[in-house]
Nanobody
C-alpha cells in the first residue's frame, strides 16, 4: 500500500533552518495532493502547508513567509523548507497525501506518514 516516510527533522537553534522531506511510494504521486501538519506537546494537530497536484500552495498564518512547501514529481517527494524557526515551531511534523479535490484540507487526506520531530531550542 501507499507509504509516506518523513525525514530531515532534528534539533535547531531559533532563527535556523531545516528542510523536511517526505518520500511517497506510489506510482501516481503526480496526481496526489500533499501536505504537512504538526502536533506540539499538549496541543492539537494543526495544518501547516499543502500543495495541489498542479503545484498550488497554501500555508498557515503561523508559518507564512517562513515555510515553503514544494514537490518533485520525478522522485515522488514533497518538501517543507523551514526558515527563521521559532521555539513554537517545535512539534512532530507529519506528511500526508491523497488523490483528492480538497487539496487544501490535509486532515481529509488518505495517507499519513509516521512523523519527524522538529525541536527549536537554544
Amino acid at each position: 500500500q501507499v507509504r509516506l516516510v518523513e525525514s530531515g527533522g532534528g534539533l535547531v537553534q531559533p532563527g535556523g533552518s531545516l528542510r523536511l522531506s517526505c518520500a511517497v511510494n506510489v506510482r501516481t504521486f503526480n496526481t496526489f495532493a500533499m501536505g504537512w501538519l504538526r502536533q506540539a506537546p499538549g496541543k492539537e494537530r494543526e495544518f501547516v502547508a499543502a500543495i495541489s497536484m498542479y503545484g498550488a500552495t497554501k500555508t498557515s498564518e503561523a508559518v507564512t513567509g517562513r515555510f515553503t512547501i514544494s514537490r518533485n514529481n520525478a522522485d515522488n517527494t514533497v518538501y517543507l523548507q523551514m526558515n527563521s524557526l521559532k521555539p513554537e515551531d517545535t512539534a512532530v511534523y507529519y506528511c500526508a497525501g491523497g488523490r483528492t479535490a480538497n487539496w487544501a484540507d490535509p486532515e481529509r487526506y488518505d495517507f499519513w506518514g509516521q512523523g519527524t520531530q522538529v525541536t527549536v531550542s537554544s
